[in-house]
C-alpha cells in the first residue's frame, strides 16, 4: 500500500503504547503499527511500555519487529510506571531507553504455572480417564501431580527461554551474559537502578523521552508532532459511551481474563508483586 502525504510523517515522529499483558492481541496490534510506522516513512519511534509481561513467544515477536525497524529508523522506548518482564523483552528492541527513576523494571526470568486440584477433585468425588499417545501428552494436568521425569523436561524448557532472554539483554545492551545473570534472577528493580545495572540508558519522562526522540532524528524538539498510532476503541466502549472510570475497569478486567485464559499452561515473562 502506498501511503500519501509521506513528507508530511517524514516531519513528525510515532508513537505506540504498550499497556497491559502482552498476549495474543497486543502482539497483533503493535506489529500492524509498526508495519504503518515503516510504510509511512517516520524518522523516529517513541515506545510507550507500561506493561507487567507477557507471553515469550509475543514478547519476541514484537522484538524481532521491533530490531528489524530500528535498523532504518531511531527508536527509543519510554518505560512507564511498570516495564517488566517481557516489557523489558520488548524494549530491548529499541536502540535508547529511558525509564523514570520509580519506574518499575526488571523481573527477568521465565515462569510456568500449573495447577494441581487433585486433592480437591477427590473430595468432591471427581476422577479423569486418560487416553493418550505418549507419556507426556498430559504433562501439567491439574488432576495429578508432575513426576520427576515431567519436571526435568519442564525445566529444561524454562532454563531454555531463560537463556534466551539473557543472551538478548546482553546483546542489546552490551553486557556480558555473566553480568546479566547477575540481576537476571527475577528481581525487580527501580528505574535508577536499572540505569546502574545498564539496563536503561537515562532517567526522565516520557516528555524528556519524546524530546530524546526528536533531537536523534534532527527535529525540532518544540515543534514536532507525535503521531498516535492507538489502539481501536473496544466495541464496548463505543456501546456504553464516555465513562472512562467504568470503560477502564470493564476493559482491565476483560484483558486480564483473555491473558489468563489464553496463557493458560505456557511459559511466561510475568511480574508478579
Known amino acids: ?42 524518522p523516529a519511534l517513541l515506545l510507550r511500555i507500561d506493561s507487567p509481561g507477557g507471553t515469550v513467544g509475543d514478547s519476541q515477536e514484537i522484538y524481532s519487529a521491533l530490531k528489524r525497524l530500528s535498523e532504518k529508523i531511531k527508536i527509543v522506548a519510554s518505560f512507564g510506571n511498570i516495564s517488566a518482564s ?29 495447577n494441581n486440584l487433585e486433592r480437591l477433585l477427590e473430595k468432591v468425588g471427581v476422577s479423569f480417564k486418560v487416553i493418550k499417545s505418549g507419556p507426556y501428552k498430559d504433562i501439567l494436568s491439574f488432576d495429578r501431580e508432575l513426576t520427576q521425569p515431567e519436571e526435568h523436561i519442564l525445566q529444561e524448557l524454562i532454563d531454555t527461554s531463560y537463556s534466551q532472554f539473557v543472551q538478548t539483554v546482553a546483546s542489546s545492551r552490551n553486557l556480558s551474559e555473566e553480568t546479566v545473570r547477575s540481576f537476571a534472577d527475577g528481581r525487580i528493580f527501580t528505574g535508577q537502578q536499572a540505569v ?78
Not at 513528507?7 to 509498526?34: D, H, M, N, S, Y
Not at 524494549?91 to 521465565?110: D, E, K, L, R
Not at 546502574?196 to 537515562?202: H, K, Q, S
Request: charge should be positive; charged fraction near 25%.
Open 86 to 114: 517481557g516489557g523489558v523483552y520488548i524494549g530491548m528492541g529499541a536502540q535508547h531507553i529511558m525509564a523514570n527513576p520509580g519506574t518499575i523494571t526488571g523481573s527477568i526470568g521465565v515462569i510456568l504455572r500449573g
Open 196 to 273: 546502574e545495572l545498564g539496563v536503561v540508558d537515562r532517567l526522565g519522562t516520557e516528555e524528556d523521552a519524546r524530546r530524546w526522540t526528536c533531537e536523534l532524528a534532527g527535529l525540532d524538539t518544540e515543534k514536532t508532532l507525535s503521531f498516535n498510532l492507538e489502539e481501536p476503541k473496544r466495541l464496548l466502549n463505543r456501546i456504553t459511551g464516555n465513562n472512562q472510570l467504568k470503560n477502564s475497569i470493564i476493559s482491565i478486567g476483560m484483558d486480564w481474563l483473555e491473558f489468563e485464559m489464553s496463557t493458560s499452561g505456557l511459559p511466561l515473562w510475568l511480574y508478579r508483586p
Open 1 to 42: 500500500m502506498v501511503w500519501p502525504f509521506k513528507p508530511r510523517f517524514r516531519k513528525q515522529i510515532a508513537r505506540i503504547e504498550i499497556t497491559g499483558a502482552i498476549a495474543g492481541a497486543t502482539r497483533k496490534r503493535v506489529l500492524e503499527a509498526l508495519k504503518t510506522v515503516e510504510e509511512r516513512k517516520f
